[in-house]
């Protein structure tokens, strides 16, 4: 790149809050950017910086306070949330200030929403500020009208369900968790609505969804989150394929083993095995994990279950001797690329966004088991909205067991829904596509973003 070009292009600092399923849209979103000529650059804290690997996007570590462990060296969650505040804030403002004086000094901070510290930052750079919202658009509706007072807790139910402008009825079981049950994780709750504290100020504020799936949820609270949808923030090979070899997040907190699941794969007659993961914070009780583990063994179907190492040990002893070659367990794998496959017909989920979000996008109906958070709202929409796969029913105890497991693979494999399930999620697949494609809705929200800095910084300086 010539120095005259080099002066005039817009420099974007992306922000995450470090967890996988967080990184993933963020990198994600500055691959974006990236490719439409911004330089963008990933800060990430210490702990992760090494798990980041993806081409045009540059990385520079900044500090949680947590170094060594991450997470894991913090006494809980409000005291990591403390102490990133604290050390990111001064490390990310040392980060904008060691670009200051090269070509590319940083115009823009693109933050997770869960640092509205990040805004602060930008702002005393004299930068522009961008929110990035890592849910649905539903999930951001309730906690924007809960922080503005629009509706308060303890939530008031008519005939059973939440009314929200802009979204279905929730029954009780659709509502997040955090909310339904205020004192399950408070510091959760805490930081859920302590998004919203300055979106007021933000230069722009940005959605991981898009128009035709959530529209109406969007318009209804505009007028308090007007918010730019620039999803799915899903790796270009599954959808527009204008960014060449880009079939993975580049980011892994956990070593795949995507060769061994692909290999098994191929020996799988196309739209055969279920694909079964929980994402990467899930923990799910021994009892559930084998009424899960027996469900589908009973349900007939061949099986690829990803479970993390520090699951294994809830697996039901014999397991393995009784589903031998119909079924394989691995410890993590390029979900993408095993939802893309030809031999996957249905995906076991829990209903995190970016697994629903994949889901969709890459046209695999899919079989809800929400645990926690948005889950479960989340699953509500997969089953009754989009109609793109069944929810598990959980007994008095909550926990689903293995004849309804076994029941739902079926009913998404081969009952009397599975075709439509399957042309629904072919329909929103095409949706996706259009709206992330060039000149698509979620493309132009990008692309104005990228006009406006372009235009900033070639305004600001001087042609060299």
């Known amino acids: 790149m010539k120095m005259e070009d080099e002066l005039h292009r817009a420099h974007v600092v992306v922000l995450p809050y470090p967890s996988q399923g967080h990184i993933n849209p963020l990198l994600q979103f500055a691959k974006r950017l990236a490719s439409k000529g911004l330089k963008a650059t990933l800060a990430t804290t210490r702990y992760t910086v090494k798990s980041i690997d993806a081409p045009n996007v540059g990385v520079e570590p900044i500090s949680d306070g947590f170094d060594k462990e991450g997470f894991a060296q913090a006494r809980n969650t409000a005291a990591f949330l403390k102490s990133f505040e604290e050390h990111g804030s001064r490390t990310l403002s040392q980060l904008i200030e060691k670009y200051s004086s090269t070509n590319t000094p940083v115009a823009c901070v693109v933050y997770d929403s869960f640092f509205p510290w990040a805004l602060d930052v930008a702002k005393q750079h004299d930068i522009f500020g961008a929110a990035f919202f890592t849910n649905s658009v539903a999930i951001s509706n309730i ?6 007072g629009l509706l308060k807790l303890p939530l008031e139910l008519h005939d059973g369900a939440l009314l929200v402008p802009g979204l279905p009825p929730l029954n009780s079981r659709d509502i ?3 909310i339904r049950l205020p004192g399950s ?7 859920k609505l302590r998004q ?3 979106t007021d100020k933000a230069d722009w504020i940005f959605g ?11 318009k209804s609270i505009s007028d308090v989150w007007p918010a730019k949808l620039i999803g799915p923030m899903v790796p270009s090979t599954y959808l527009d394929c204008r960014q060449d070899k880009d079939n993975a997040y580049g980011a892994s907190l956990w070593k795949p083993v995507s060769f061994e699941c692909i290999n098994w794969l191929e020996t799988k007659l196309p739209k055969s095995i279920v694909y079964v993961s929980f994402g990467s914070m899930v923990s799910l009780t021994p009892e559930q994990m084998e009424e899960i583990a027996w469900g589908l063994k009973e349900s007939g179907f061949p099986f690829l279950w990803v479970v993390r190492p520090s699951e294994l040990d809830k697996l039901p002893q014999g397991l393995g001797e009784s589903v031998q070659e119909k079924a394989m367990i691995a410890t993590w794998c390029n979900q993408l690329e095993v939802l893309a496959h ?13 697994s629903t979000l994949e889901g969709l996008s890459i046209g695999v109906p899919m079989i809800g088991i929400p645990r926690w958070a948005d889950q479960w709202t989340n699953a509500k929409y997969v089953e009754e909205i989009w109609g793109v796969g069944v929810r598990a029913r959980e007994d008095e105890e909550g926990v689903v067991r293995r004849e309804e497991v076994s029941k739902c ?4 494999m081969r009952g009397e829904r599975s075709d439509e399930m399957k042309r629904n999620v072919r329909k929103w697949r095409e949706f996706a596509k259009e709206a992330i494609g060039e000149g698509g809705s979620s493309d132009r929200c990008i692309s104005e973003l990228v006009e406006r800095l372009t235009s900033h910084v070639s305004g600001g300086r001087q042609v060299g």
């Open 143 to 148: 906690f924007c009208r809960l922080h503005s």
């Open 409 to 412: 693979v079926n009913e998404v």
């Open 208 to 218: 991981n969804s898009f128009e035709a799936l959530e529209y109406e949820e969007a």
């Open 196 to 198: 919203f504290t300055n």
């Open 342 to 354: 030809r031999a996957t017909g249905c995906f076991v989920t829990h209903c995190g966004w970016n």
């Open 185 to 191: 994780h408070p510091a959760y709750l805490a930081m």
């Open 176 to 178: 997040p968790s955090f």
